[in-house]
């Protein structure tokens, strides 16, 4: 009987699976190659969304220059994985080649902020 609660303890406690996420800015043309380099190297054991940057006009920092497109030329990536396995490791150098900084996002500081009002 300890064996079996044992094994429940260890399956269902509240660490036993947790999600990790990383996210990111990369060119428009490197988007599809992140993705399949991500999907090849994890065998499809991680979740690759990306969508388009869109920032107002006037949040632009480069209004009227050569540079006034930068926005248009971007994608923002979430890469979503479990925790604690080798996934991190492969994720992690595949993000490295493409010289973009990724960052680990944390979805329930995101929601405490957006329940806040800041």
Known sequence: ??????????????NAFQTKYR??????????LLRKLIIRATRCKVYVHS?????QRADQFVEGSKNSDYHDQKQIYIVAYGAGSNLETKVDRVLKGFGSDSWELSVDE?????DSGK
């Open 51 to 55: 969508y388009s940057l869109d920032v």
């Open 110 to 114: 995101i929601q405490q902020e957006l």
């Open 23 to 32: 996210g990111g800015i990369v060119n428009n043309s490197d988007m599809p």
């Open 1 to 14: 009987m300890s064996q079996n609660t044992d094994l429940k303890e260890g399956l269902l406690a509240e």
